[in-house]
């Protein structure tokens, strides 16, 4: 207290010093951060990519001329923008209709022709005949009505933010040049530079509300302007230094830090209400300011430091997970409670040290309020005790029944903004195309072979036969497709031509102009040896749960129907890692939550010295997350990597307050005070401070869900479901633990107050 006003200069200087650093923190989205690291199939598709290519390197614009594509002057227009489109920035190549070439045996040697004849519209009909039996055009580069086309962009590897920023402006820029009627963009390099944009206004967004709801709130509660003031500084000086800390630690922002700023306003206002209503409290009973807040610091600092470290390690636990992104969310948060909590017992506080209680809260009534609303709690615990039971019963009944119908069956729609363009362009490529979804199986020639064996590829245009006509993938690219396409053209372009060779001799002619000629390849399909090969396309997004089976399903057929003495094949990419991490969340949903409940556990053994308190600790801090696990089921909230944090988020909320309400039962009780007078001094005490950090939690985790982000918007809901449902378990169902491990205690109580 002698320090204030120097402690409060040295914090003010840090910020200065940390302001730069956040305003000018990075953004990322890294698709590869969620997925599964240590994984087999992770590293098989690492290693894939590095002999091939990523299978996420197509960017789709999707054009519409609400009539037949079958114009001249649209197709005419169509052309000059695919042209166009290979001056932009880390485009490597175009392709559409208008300069799809077949190659065509000539004189000369291998030439090439076109399908469409663009300049010649008396052939128009001829052509659109031939387009629509040919599976390398139909569905993937026209519409299935003929009333829209695909021009298929490829990327540079690995884009940076900075580089897909400029892709995505070059291209909006390049298509209003052209003025088509109605346009459509895909593809990884959009959905980042969309998303980014979209975090950082969010992310501003949720600052700016949480900061105006917190301060009405404060206001309505206190009526002071420092009883606003003060606790916003120092929730806004705890997240000024945490991005701080980002920034100096090298890390980017991604979709899941743009629920740091609601972190850590619970972080730092949780404990800072506790602080400043004990610091308020002592001085109405006449106390001076340096006095009130050495007792409040006294009374309640064990507990903020117990709330702080508890809630850290149940973050913390998080590093256990094999996913990047959620392991890295773990430990900043950690961190983040830890500057929190730091900057409320010394910057905070020195602040309410300056002011008295007249300052900091103008309504006098409000203690009596506060007496009366405890009076009646602490009284329904009296008397509605059985009553209480049986709903906690019911409670338990029903959240187990809602976790049984969670469901992990992620969209790649999910997570893209309600009324979004992203959104409405991809719905547009499901529709008229063959999807956005990139289906990718790798092809192992067996030892000693090649893939440009003849019973090498007989095996993978069986298999491309199967993918096509019953899984229905488009847009399908495999080495056989490419013998396919040469034998046509050895065969003056005849379509019944379009088959694996008869004549044994034309493959190694074949293979030597695949390896070659790169222009009669789209995408990359063999590596340079022919070790590695693959077959990809796009398929529609149906949910994992249902892809998974569409690839077992291929699994099954693939064992029955290849021999793998000639090839095996391997489903691979970052389609089917993004559904494999699923099951990483709920194995790690239920490690993590293990080690958090045990360190909890473990602190609460040493803090109370009895094994009975575990039970009261830990079966109030369950029942907030079965609800929580609850309302992802019967709200048909997908489990993934955004949602899947509300459970330890919903852990350090409860046990947040539960601590606070425990360490002040047991200082009354070391007081000499019966169980019955612990508790309902409790109630007095910390009753108020636990309602009034849930209110304004509440109010503040509400602005959430503005977010046009799916999983944003559902955080935002079911965490301010679970601080409601865990209020509850600490006002009224803890009490009745106490009495239970403490048989008599309420006779006791009764019996002292008939006497």
């Avoid at 240590?38 to 996420?56: C, G, H, L, T, V």
């Avoid at 789709?60 to 002057?73: F, H, M, P, Q």
């Avoid at 980017?252 to 404990?271: E, R, V």
């Avoid at 053209?489 to 088959?499: F, K, P, R």
Wanted: contains cysteine; neutral net charge; proline residues 3%.
């Amino acid at each position: 207290m002698r320090w204030a006003k120097p402690l409060i200069a040295c914090v003010l200087l840090l910020l200065l010093a940390a302001i730069p650093l956040a305003s000018n923190l990075g953004f990322s989205y890294e698709i590869e951060r969620f997925f599964p690291e240590d994984d087999s199939d992770a590293s098989f598709m690492n290693y894939f990519r590095n002999q091939i290519e990523r299978d996420d390197l197509f960017l789709l614009v999707g054009i519409d001329n609400e009539r037949s594509i079958y114009d001249s002057a649209f197709l005419a227009d169509l052309s000059a923008f695919t042209m166009a489109c290979r001056n932009l920035p880390t485009i490597e190549s175009a392709h559409s209709i208008t300069n799809f070439r077949e190659p065509l045996r000539t004189p000369f040697g291998l030439g090439f022709r076109t399908l469409l004849h663009v300049e010649d519209p008396a052939r128009y009909t001829g052509d659109s005949i031939l387009i629509h039996t040919d599976s390398r055009i139909y569905k993937n580069l026209v519409s299935t009505d003929h009333q829209a086309v695909n021009v298929v962009l490829r990327t540079l590897p690995a884009l940076r933010q900075e580089q897909a920023d400029s892709l995505n402006a070059s291209l909006i820029s390049l298509l209003n040049e052209f003025k088509f009627k109605k346009t459509h963009i895909a593809g990884v390099a959009n959905t980042q530079s969309v998303f980014v944009a979209k975090i950082k206004e969010e992310l501003l967004l949720y600052i700016s509300l949480s900061i105006l709801i917190t301060a009405l709130v404060l206001y309505l509660l206190h009526r002071s302007i420092w009883g606003i003031i003060i606790p916003l500084t120092a929730v806004l000086a705890s997240l000024i230094l945490f991005l701080g800390y980002l920034k100096l630690t090298g890390q980017l922002l991604d979709i899941m830090s743009s629920m740091f700023p609601m972190l850590m306003m619970i972080f730092g206002m949780s404990d800072l209400i506790h602080l400043q209503s004990k610091y308020i409290d002592e001085m109405e009973k006449g106390k001076s300011r340096p006095e009130a807040m050495l007792f409040a610091l006294k009374e309640i600092g064990l507990a903020l430091f117990l709330t702080s470290v508890t809630t850290a390690v149940g973050f913390a636990v998080l590093v256990t997970s094999a996913i990047p992104a959620i392991r890295d969310f773990g430990l900043n948060a950690a961190v983040g409670v830890m500057i929190a909590y730091v900057l409320v017992v010394t910057f905070a506080a020195a602040l309410l040290s300056l002011f008295d209680s007249s300052q900091l809260q103008k309504l006098k009534q409000q203690r009596r309020v506060w007496d009366a609303v405890a009076s009646r709690l602490y009284h329904i615990g009296q008397q509605k005790s059985k009553t209480i039971w049986v709903v906690t019963a019911l409670v338990v009944v029903l959240c187990l029944t809602g976790m049984s119908r969670i469901s992990t069956n992620t969209y790649l729609l999910g997570d893209i903004p309600k009324g979004s363009k992203v959104r409405t362009d991809f719905i547009f490529f499901e529709e008229r195309f063959s999807g956005v979804r990139s289906l990718e199986l790798a092809v192992l020639p067996a030892s000693g072979k090649s893939l440009f064996d003849i019973d090498v590829l007989e095996t993978i245009d069986k298999v491309d036969q199967f993918m096509a006509t019953e899984l229905g993938l488009g847009g399908l690219q495999s080495p056989a497709l490419l013998f396919r396409s040469l034998n046509k053209s050895w065969s003056g372009g005849l379509a019944e031509n379009y088959t694996l060779p008869a004549d044994s001799s034309l493959y190694p002619l074949f293979a030597r102009y695949l390896q070659k000629d790169k222009r009669l390849a789209q995408f990359a399909v063999f590596d340079q040896g022919a070790q590695v090969g693959r077959i990809t396309g796009r398929i529609r997004d149906s949910g994992s749960d249902s892809l998974s089976m569409v690839m077992q399903s291929a699994r099954d057929w693939i064992a029955q129907n290849t021999d793998p003495a000639i090839a095996t094949f391997r489903f691979t990419g970052s389609g089917m890692m993004v559904d494999k991490n699923n099951t990483y969340l709920r194995k790690n949903l239920i490690q993590s939550l293990f080690f958090a409940f045990f360190a909890v556990g473990f602190i609460f053994a040493l803090l109370f010295r009895d094994l009975r308190m575990l039970l009261v600790s830990i079966i109030p801090n369950l029942l907030p997350m079965l609800v929580a696990g609850a309302a992802l089921g019967y709200l048909s909230i997908e489990l993934k990597a955004i949602t899947s944090v509300i459970f330890t988020v919903s852990f350090g909320i409860a046990v947040d307050d539960t601590i606070h309400f425990l360490t002040r039962y047991k200082l009354e009780r070391s007081r000499g005070k019966t169980v019955d007078e612990s508790i309902k001094e409790t109630f007095y005490v910390s009753g108020k401070a636990i309602i009034l950090t849930t209110v304004i939690l509440v109010f503040g985790f509400i602005s959430l869900v503005f977010s046009d982000f799916t999983g944003t918007y559902y955080v935002g809901l079911l965490v301010c479901i679970t601080l409601i449902s865990g209020l509850l378990a600490d006002l009224f169902l803890i009490p009745q633990l106490l009495y239970w491990i403490n048989p008599g205690s309420r006779k006791e109580s009764a019996g002292r107050k008939a006497s």
